[in-house]
Antibody
Framework: EVQLLESGGGLVQPGGSLRLSCAASGFTFSWYDMTWVRQAPGRGLEWVSYISGAGGDTYYADSVKGRFTISRDNSKNTLYLQMNSLRAEDTALYYC?????????????WGQGTLVTVSS | EIVLTQSPATLSLSPGERATLSCRASQSVTSSLVWYQQKPGQAPRLLIYDASNRATGIPARFSGSGSGTDFTLTISSLEPEDFAVYYCQQRSKWPVTFGPGTKVDIK
């Protein structure tokens, strides 16, 4: 059974930094592309960032480009999101997702999310 | 980026009734349209991918159709556990984008 467990969220001041982690189990982590998707409170879904299975390819939404960095450690079965220069509009529940097979963009499995609140 | 519009915003129905949800794209996404279900306090769940393919474990009462710019998610007979918010997502062009959702609630 696929399990994705996010951690690292919390309250941070504008301009601050946080590092989110997603511990994966139940599948061969290095074989799968992964993404982060976020959901602002009471709002819809927004794709944030993508990383290929080997980690060589990464993509970002324009809203986070230059501020967020996605990475992975396949030896630890863990996905990361380093978030710098945080803004109020980054406040959201951040989901780690495993992409469906080689789809590149079908979010097949989701974690339960970790909440990031940016506020002074 | 491609903008998705979902209608109606809210659909009030009774168990056993048929639900028809619409998703319209601002430009053609061919058949690259995905549907998710989200219940309160839970993560989204993949239902349908590439317009009409049910994901593993999804009951046959869920079906998807459409191509180009107009898509439909149909729930043939609503079960109590189907009352939730449904999102469409296009994966034709990056960045992938989601619709604002349709809430199916109990009448």
């Amino acid at each position: 059974e696929v399990q994705l467990l996010e951690s690292g969220g919390g309250l941070v001041q504008p301009g601050g930094s946080l590092r989110l982690s997603c511990a994966a189990s139940g599948f061969t982590f290095s074989w799968y592309d992964m993404t982060w998707v976020r959901q602002a409170p009471g709002r819809g879904l927004e794709w944030v960032s993508y990383i290929s299975g080997a980690g060589g390819d990464t993509y970002y939404a324009d809203s986070v480009k230059g501020r967020f960095t996605i990475s992975r450690d396949n030896s630890k079965n863990t996905l990361y999101l380093q978030m710098n220069s945080l803004r109020a509009e980054d406040t959201a529940l951040y989901y780690c997702t495993k992409l469906l097979d080689d789809s590149g963009s079908i979010f097949g499995d989701w974690g339960q999310g970790t909440l990031v609140t940016v506020s002074s | 980026e491609i903008v998705l519009t979902q209608s109606p915003a809210t659909l009030s129905l009774s168990p056993g009734e048929r639900a028809t949800l619409s998703c319209r794209a601002s430009q053609s996404v061919t058949s690259s349209l995905v549907w998710y279900q989200q219940k309160p306090g839970q993560a989204p769940r993949l239902l349908i991918y590439d317009a009409s393919n049910r994901a593993t474990g999804i009951p046959a009462r869920f079906s998807g159709s459409g191509s180009g710019t107009d898509f439909t998610l149909t729930i043939s007979s609503l079960e109590p556990e189907d009352f939730a918010v449904y999102y469409c997502q296009q994966r034709s062009k990056w960045p992938v984008t989601f619709g604002p959702g349709t809430k199916v609630d109990i009448k």
